[in-house]
């Protein structure tokens, strides 16, 4: 099965700096590659999917990047709201679709 | 309005069955493979199950093969997940999630019910 890695697996910034979160796929998965945001006691919500696309409604500070084995999510300029643990998961075509083991964000 | 809405939680004794159900509305519930997925209390997330559109393929973590059977109901749109023989270490928030993209199998996950919590303990 292809692991994926997070790292940090947390960080503390300051408001407005810009926030770079990376996920490794042990095997390559093209732009097969989502990410989530999970804020405290909340449901998990994408933000983006096939590697960089944004999903309709999130704020354009976050962006994503990467094919293959390696790729970033980046927060441009970090908000008390993006408060949150992130995740990465893989989707291509085969299972499992598994998730990274996530990173807290938090403000320092 | 996308709603999906899951039931079925509870305390149940380690080799136990429980089902779950999620009730959905809001979009055409046969274009999407849906899928299971859980979060133990303070863990990240793991994947559990996903059903295709029309119910045909299903597919599962190696943690619940053989103990779990994914089903949906497309004339009630309402998913199921059948779980048998449960062990202390399936104690998690069991979420139901629809697929980004109708007509694919292989999805991130674009809509989550609230959870519901399967606590198993003797």
């Known amino acids: 099965d292809i692991q994926m890695t997070q790292s940090p697996s947390s960080l503390s910034a300051s408001v407005g700096d810009r926030v770079t979160i990376t996920c490794r796929a042990s095997q390559g998965i093209s732009n097969y590659l989502a990410w989530y945001q999970q804020k405290p006691g909340k449901v998990p919500k994408v933000l983006i999917y096939?590697?960089?696309t944004l999903r309709s409604g999130v704020p354009s500070r976050f962006s994503g990047s990467g094919s293959g084995t390696d790729f970033t999510l980046t927060i441009s300029s970090l908000q008390p709201e993006d408060v949150a643990t992130y995740y990465c998961?893989?989707?291509?075509?085969?299972?499992?679709?598994?998730f990274g083991g996530g990173t807290k964000v938090e403000i320092k | 309005e996308v709603q999906l809405l899951e039931s079925g939680g509870g305390l149940v004794q380690p080799g136990g069955s429980l089902r779950l159900s999620c009730a959905v509305s809001?979009?055409?519930?046969?274009?999407?493979?849906m899928s299971w997925v859980r979060q133990a209390p303070g863990k990240g997330l793991e994947w559990v199950s996903t059903?295709?559109?029309?119910?045909?393929?299903?597919y599962y973590a190696d943690s619940v093969k053989g103990r779990f059977i994914i089903s949906r109901d497309n004339s009630k749109n309402t998913l199921y997940l059948q779980m048998n023989s449960l062990r202390a270490a399936d104690t998690a928030v069991y979420y139901c999630?629809?697929?980004?993209?109708?007509?694919?199998?292989?999805?991130?996950?674009?809509?989550w019910g609230q959870g519901t919590l399967v606590t198993v303990s003797s």
């Open positions: 998961q893989k989707y291509n075509s085969a299972p499992p679709l598994t």
């Open positions: 809001g979009f055409t519930f046969s274009d999407y493979a």
């Open positions: 059903i295709s559109g029309g119910g045909v393929t299903t």
């Open positions: 999630a629809q697929g980004l993209l109708p007509f694919f199998d292989w999805n991130p996950f674009d809509y």
């Open positions: 096939a590697a960089s």
